[in-house]
């Protein structure tokens, strides 16, 4: 039996990209199979543990929850755009300060939810910090040093 494939047309970190995709495929295969960014991990593949985490058009979203052709004519961002000209993110910067990263499984999620949320509110609380990364899971931090990176790019920008 042949799969009917469907041209999409997005945007990811700035390059339009058009690619013909089987419509089973989620944004997540799309990104890491189809355009080679690695980034985005695969945690549970069901939207719990926020491990692909990206935003699209302003919103953060589970990658491993939307298909690809869901994302026709959107804009992604993943965490290979978040730094720009070889220059880290205030975000990049504070986790590896703080050492928020330590096996680094979860940090390419926690950095978009962090970003997603320093884009709709430039100085977050403590609270704030830890109510938007509630959805990515760390098992090696406590979380507590990924606030502090959170508040200290924060406080940078």
């Given at each position: 039996?042949?799969?009917?494939?469907?041209?999409?047309?997005?945007?990811?970190?700035?390059?339009?990209?058009?690619?013909?995709?089987?419509?089973?495929?989620?944004?997540?295969?799309?990104?890491?199979?189809?355009?080679?960014?690695?980034?985005?991990?695969?945690?549970?593949?069901?939207?719990?543990?926020?491990?692909?985490?990206?935003?699209?058009?302003?919103?953060?979203?589970?990658?491993?929850?939307?298909?690809?052709v869901?994302?026709?004519?959107?804009?992604?961002?993943?965490?290979?755009?978040?730094?720009?000209?070889?220059?880290?993110?205030?975000?990049?910067?504070?986790?590896?300060?703080?050492?928020?990263?330590?096996?680094?499984?979860?940090?390419?999620?926690?950095?978009?939810?962090?970003?997603?949320?320093?884009?709709?509110?430039?100085?977050?609380?403590?609270?704030?910090?830890?109510?938007?990364?509630?959805?990515?899971?760390?098992?090696?931090?406590?979380?507590?040093?990924i606030?502090d990176?959170?508040?200290?790019?924060?406080?940078?920008?």
């Amino acid at each position: 039996m042949k799969v009917t494939k469907k041209r999409i047309s997005i945007t990811v970190n700035g390059e339009s990209y058009e690619r013909e995709v089987v419509p089973a495929t989620s944004l997540l295969d799309f990104l890491r199979t189809d355009l080679n960014l690695t980034g985005t991990k695969e945690g549970c593949g069901e939207g719990e543990c926020g491990a692909c985490a990206v935003i699209v058009n302003g919103r953060l979203v589970d990658s491993c929850l939307i298909l690809a052709v869901e994302a026709d004519g959107q804009k992604i961002q993943t965490v290979e755009g978040v730094s720009r000209n070889g220059r880290l993110h205030p975000l990049q910067k504070a986790f590896a300060e703080k050492g928020a990263a330590q096996c680094g499984f979860c940090t390419p999620g926690m950095i978009m939810a962090a970003k997603n949320l320093l884009d709709h509110n430039p100085k977050p609380t403590a609270e704030e910090a830890l109510k938007a990364i509630a959805g990515n899971l760390c098992r090696c931090t406590g979380y507590g040093s990924i606030v502090d990176a959170i508040l200290s790019a924060a406080k940078e920008r």
